[in-house]
């Protein structure tokens, strides 16, 4: 599976910015999907994930509420839409795929795959 992500850039306070992770490869729709951020001398952390379906999906308390994961089967890509961004989302984002049938999780180590980075930056 190769994923590739895309949509980030520079932002001010309060903007909406909406990223996209396009999947190929093996029964690439059928797989629940992470997105991870990792912002400058911090550890990467869990965003959002979605089911391989897209019947259930899960947040970070810091994105509860502002961020909205969502995906597209027949196009193979999940979204991930951010609104009411503040500086402290600043952070390079990446895009992760699970196994097969798999549900949501916010677990690192249950990603089998991962794509580059995109990078968001958000000013006050």
């Known amino acids: 599976v190769q994923l590739q992500a895309f949509g980030g850039g520079l932002v001010q306070a309060g903007d909406s910015l909406r990223l996209s992770c396009a999947a190929s490869?093996?029964?690439?729709?059928?797989?629940?999907m992470g997105w991870f951020r990792q912002a400058p001398g911090k550890e990467r952390e869990f965003v959002a994930a979605i089911s391989w379906n897209g019947g259930s999906a899960e947040y970070a308390d810091s994105v509860k509420g502002r961020f909205t994961i969502f995906r597209d089967r027949a196009k193979n890509t999940v979204y991930l839409q951010m609104n009411s961004l503040k500086p402290e989302d600043t952070a390079v984002y990446y895009c992760?795929?699970?196994?097969?049938?798999?549900?949501?999780?916010?677990?690192?180590?249950?990603?089998?795959?991962w794509g580059q980075g995109t990078e968001v930056t958000v000013s006050s």
């Open positions: 490869g093996r029964s690439a729709s059928d797989r629940a």
């Open positions: 992760a795929s699970r196994k097969l049938y798999s549900s949501a999780t916010s677990s690192q180590g249950d990603y089998s795959y």
